[in-house]
């Protein structure tokens, strides 16, 4: 399983970003996807997952400013990013795994830098 992340950078607070991950070699194991963040001294936290049967689960922080969603026609996994505060910068991360009481990762992509400037 490949997962490869692009669309971060630097925005200005109140701007929005879009994330992308590219996946291939999906095969049974995996049931759902997932984006996590992880900011500077702090730990890896999960912002939304995406079961194959497109149940999504979102981190409170989010809710309303953030959407999942995939192209399966594509292979793609996005993540639309509004409303971005400073407290949104950190590494983000796609994740695919097995989806139960919640995402049990397997693999990780290699993340993409978003920042938000106040």
């Known amino acids: 399983v490949q997962l490869v992340e692009s669309g971060g950078g630097l925005v200005q607070a109140g701007g929005s970003l879009t994330l992308s991950c590219a996946h291939s070699?999906?095969?049974?194991?995996?049931?759902?996807m997932g984006w996590y963040r992880q900011a500077p001294g702090e730990e890896r936290e999960l912002v939304a997952t995406?079961?194959?049967?497109?149940?999504?689960v979102y981190a409170d922080s989010v809710k309303g400013r953030f959407t999942v969603s995939k192209d399966n026609a594509k292979n793609i996994l996005y993540l639309q990013m509004n409303s971005l505060k400073p407290e949104d910068t950190a590494m983000y991360y796609c994740?695919?795994?097995?989806?139960?009481?919640?995402?049990?990762?397997?693999?990780w992509g290699q993340g993409t830098q978003v920042t938000v400037s106040s």
């Open positions: 070699g999906m095969d049974f194991r995996i049931n759902a």
């Open positions: 994740a695919a795994g097995d989806y139960g009481l919640q995402l049990k990762v397997d693999f």
């Open positions: 995406i079961t194959n049967g497109s149940t999504i």
